[in-house]
């Protein structure tokens, strides 16, 4: 282990005990350096406003973001979701350390598998990564549904695989989406899961897609001929088929001696702000400034806690860990960090519209920077700094 990554461990590490005397390896979990503190539940907390921490970056320095997410060059006049940092309820663990992931990632390979939301977060990391590597250091491309960022100096690749149901559908690369011709193969995966073979860090996600209020078309065996075999499941009963086929691909596929699987629970969207006690006709997030608080986040829809308790149950058998990382009670507060209006339109709002904003807002993504930086941070604490007590 070099110097130069010791002194950045000890840094990091502190005030925790370090676990390791070698690269990556802790209580038999690859690229953990040191523990976090016995019952520390990093999902339970609060959100603290920070204006010296946040944001983590700024959106018109990293350009890598998304059209669809920069929200100040898209005309939000506020930038006070910006600057909320969560913070875990009775334990502290280390601050986001760029430097320390970068050396723990160098020859490695990571990458994001899922929809737009684990994109938003995937390009959210490289932004909080970006800054502590060199110009001529880095390079950034998407080819067709990989995108590959590179850090050279470290031999190390950052990527995200867009599969928004992590199952081959008949519409991956789809133009035109139509929710009711959908139809996801229950298995094989080797159309996906082939660009996932050799990474030493995959993140999961999958939820959005799955919440059409639509049975899902699942089409069984491995004929190659879309429209033949296909059955209808409620969507937790598919979602679970998918699920199952993703562990046995993780079984099969990743070694736990030297490889990490995570999962991202669902992100929540703010369609209706009656869902947070505020009875206004119509309201949704759109006039949300500022995080909703304890006593009015008391809910969560049943499809949210249907698919909460399948990701739970059907990860929990895995022969390998895979880390849950449980972004949706936290993300429930936040209201206020969504896209709204302020982001490239691909449609131009109607006269109609134009006079009811709310109507067109988008309270499903977030800007960045913004929430998905937490969402790093907690993966970025389960990586480096996981739990005694708790592997998942």
Known sequence: MTKLLLAVLALAAAPLLLRVAGQGIGDGLPFAVG????????????????EAARPAYQEWECPYIQPELTCQAHGRPDKDYQQWRWQPR??????????????????????FVGDQLNRGQYLSLICMLHRAIPDGAKSFESVDSLSIFRAKNYDATIEFYWAPMLAETNFDNAVVDRVQDRVIRGAPMDKHSRFWKGANILVFNSYLWWMTGQKIQILRGADNDMSKDIVEMEA????????????????????PKNSRVFFVTASPTHTDSREWGDDTEGGNCYDRTWPISEAEASYSTSHQQAMLRATGEVLAGSRVPVGVVNVTRLSEFRADAHTKTYKKLWAEPTPEQRAD?????????????????????????KLFFPANDQVL
Request: with cysteine.
């Open 90 to 111: 009775g334990c502290s663990l280390p601050s986001f350390n760029a430097t320390l992931m970068l050396e723990m990632l160098r020859g490695k390979r990571m990458l």
């Open 236 to 255: 937790e009963e598919a979602y679970r088929l998918v699920l199952y086929q993703v562990v046995r691909w993780v079984e099969h596929n990743v070694d």
């Open 35 to 50: 523990a976090a503190p016995a019952g520390c539940d990093i999902g339970q907390g609060e959100w603290v406003r920070d």
């Open 357 to 381: 904003p709310r109507s067109y807002a988008d309270c499903t993504h977030w800007c960045l920077p913004g929430v998905p930086d937490t969402w790093n941070e907690l993966l970025y604490w």
